[in-house]
């Protein structure tokens, strides 16, 4: 698909859009003229005792109402054509973009795949939640300077329940990105796994049985390390290799978690949105940007956590 017929859909999406926009505010309008009219009508007068009542008669149910109306539009007519804009702008350009920077051989990129939520639960690098609450997509597949890899936007709940009421409650949404460790690099018995302490609460999830303090007191203060066997932890987290994970979660200015399964490394980052999405908002042109900052942070990753930790890489990039 050229670029010109892309930008057409991109078009038509946001006009359909504003139209939804459009037609829900006129209705907010008219509902509240009318709640309104009929308020005097009945004689209402305003005092300090009501008056609370009445705001919330005259704005709050047209309001409630008006946001219904836009939700009954934008599943009708705008959902539909984002999503047809949305694949079209993954199919073509993401591959294609992201094989440009260069260091990338055999990508594969599959937007209605991702990780198995069996992989994830068992990689125990984030808390699955309930089964029947996981999503995973937008699945990239290749090699990065001989470094293989799978990356793919996550989505972890569970239900929560609250007396008689329940709620889906998220505990992680960002990217899982899995590397297969070089033969010669250090690989980890049994799980080693290195959260920053601010997604404890609920991301950590399973942890192995024990709890690891390594020499560098500013990396315990950020991050929490466990692991099934200790020595084995403090062979993989050399000096430089945590300095190269603090360097890490600050390039990925989100909440990060990492776990070391056999010979893969998988990596999570907390930035609750979704990669490659495309925005009707930008025109298509600006938006390959986008696609490039995302992969970057595949390639740090790739880099810092892998390539340069182990002395297998040319000098890092700028």
């Not at 997509?137 to 890899?149: A, I, K, Q, S």
């Not at 992680?172 to 049994?190: T, V």
């Not at 990060?256 to 490394?265: H, I, N, P």
């Amino acid at each position: 698909m050229s670029e010109k017929e892309m930008e057409q859909l991109r078009l038509r999406a946001r006009k359909l859009d504003r139209i939804a926009i459009a037609v829900s505010a006129a209705a907010f309008v008219v509902l509240v003229s009318a709640t309104v009219r009929l308020a005097v009508a009945a004689g209402e007068k305003v005092t300090t005792s009501n008056l609370a009542s009445l705001a919330g008669g005259v704005f709050l149910l047209p309001l409630l109402l008006a946001v219904g109306l836009y939700a009954l539009l934008y599943f009708g007519m705008v959902h539909g054509a984002y999503q047809k804009f949305n694949l079209a702008f993954k199919q073509t350009y993401v591959v294609d973009t992201i094989r440009a920077m260069g260091g990338f051989e055999d990508l594969r990129y599959a937007p209605g795949k991702g990780f198995s939520y069996n992989e994830v639960w068992d990689s125990c690098v984030v808390a699955t939640g309930d089964a029947k609450y996981y999503g995973s997509e937008d699945l990239l597949t290749g090699v990065y300077r001989g470094l293989p890899f799978a990356c793919g936007d996550v989505v972890t709940k569970y239900l929560k329940r609250s007396g008689k009421k329940t709620r889906e409650e998220t505990i992680f949404c960002g990217q899982i990105m899995r590397f297969s460790l070089p033969r010669e690099a250090k690989w980890s018995f049994g799980h080693l796994q290195i959260f920053e302490k601010e997604l404890l609460s609920d991301l950590k999830g399973r942890t192995a049985p024990h709890r690891v303090q390594v020499e560098n007191e500013a990396f315990n203060r950020r991050f929490q390390v466990f692991a099934a066997d200790e020595h084995n932890a403090f062979y993989l987290l050399t000096p430089q290799m945590l300095e190269q994970i603090v360097r890490f979660a600050d390039a990925a200015g989100s909440q990060t978690a990492m776990a070391f399964v056999g010979r893969s490394l998988y990596v999570a980052v907390n930035n609750d949105r979704s990669v490659f999405e495309a925005s009707v908002k930008k025109p298509v042109a600006g938006q390959r940007q986008d696609i490039r900052a995302e992969a970057e942070l595949l390639c740090r990753a790739g880099e810092l956590l892998v390539l340069e930790a182990d002395g297998l890489s040319q000098p890092a990039r700028n």
